[in-house]
């Protein structure tokens, strides 16, 4: 079993749509969670981390998180052609500085 | 603005040419990371370092080793370059300060074609 599964895609929603990425983990003791946008052939960059189960909003994302369930999720509102991008799923265990990323899941946004 | 930076964005070698790949950090952080990129199998960890001259291996560390002479720099070396270490390497850093909080900042990354 993968330490971080995601479902690879690709994942297609019209434009101003909900777009729902998910993301799930085996390490029981992993503390954080984050999620990164990767476009094509540039390097991923951070869009949002959380820690705490329940949901955290910053702007049109939303992160939410069910240690229980040992699943953590992206939505994307009003969903934008920009938004078009590979999204990492990736999980750290306090103390342990190294992260453990998922596949990636790509997701078009189509006008 | 933080950075961290890769000495090139493309690089093409023969196979068993030594190969060397810099990673610079502005940020004095103690951690730095050298992953693989490969369609489908997502960012695969080759190796690590929480601090000068000290490194981990991560998940695929065969045929690869590295260097940590100086905090802001790291470096990936491929021994005896073969055709599957084709791939896009990327580098990130972190802060062992920030606690859970210990977000990973990439460089460009080097696009590397072993020929």
């Known amino acids: 079993q993968k330490e971080v599964e995601q479902n690879s895609g690709p994942l297609s929603v019209p434009e101003g749509a909900i777009a729902s990425l998910n993301c799930t983990y085996s390490d029981r003791g992993s503390q954080s969670f984050f999620w990164y946008r990767q476009y094509s052939g540039k390097s991923p960059e951070l869009i949002m981390f959380?820690?705490?189960?329940g949901d955290k909003e910053d702007g049109r994302f939303t992160a939410q998180l069910n240690k229980a369930s040992q699943y953590v999720s992206l939505l994307i509102r009003d969903s934008q052609p920009s938004d078009s991008a590979t999204y990492l799923c990736a999980v750290n265990t306090y103390n342990n500085n190294d992260m453990r990323f998922g596949a990636g899941t790509r997701l078009t946004v189509k006008p | 603005d933080v950075k961290v930076t890769q000495s090139s964005r493309y690089l093409v070698k023969r196979t068993g040419e030594k190969v060397f790949l810099e990673c610079v950090q502005d940020m004095d952080h103690e951690n730095m990371f050298w992953y693989r990129q490969d369609p489908g199998l997502g960012l695969r960890l080759i190796y690590f370092?929480?601090?000068?001259?000290?490194?981990e291996k991560g998940d695929i560390p065969e045929g690869y080793s590295v260097s940590r002479e100086k905090k802001e720099r790291f470096s990936l070396i491929l021994e005896s370059a073969s055709t599957n270490q084709t791939s896009m390497y990327l580098c990130?850093?972190?802060?062992?300060?920030?606690?859970?909080?210990?977000?990973?900042?990439f460089g460009p990354g080097t696009r590397l074609t072993v020929l």
């Open positions: 370092s929480y601090d000068v001259k000290m490194k």
């Open positions: 959380i820690y705490s189960n």
């Open positions: 990130a850093s972190s802060s062992r300060l920030a606690g859970i909080h210990n977000e990973q900042f």
